[in-house]
């Protein structure tokens, strides 16, 4: 398995990531981890805080039509 290349696919997704919601406001009480599955696939590990998992939680919401997915 090429675990490096998974985890660097993962590591350019939390880059992206961390630039988006630094940009929404939830740079504060979020933590981003890079990494790779069992079969070498990359994985993003997102944490948050309470209140930035609300925040988000309201950030995807308004987005959720934008993506085609309407409450």
Known sequence: MDYVAGWREATGAVTELAEALAMAGLEPGVRLR?????????????????????????LAEVAAPHFGKAS
């Not at 790779?36 to 309201?58: C, I, K, Q």
Request: aromatic share 0%.
């Open 34 to 58: 890079a990494g790779a599955e069992d079969d070498g696939a990359g994985v993003v590990r997102l944490e948050l805080t309470v209140s930035a998992a609300r925040r988000l939680a309201e």
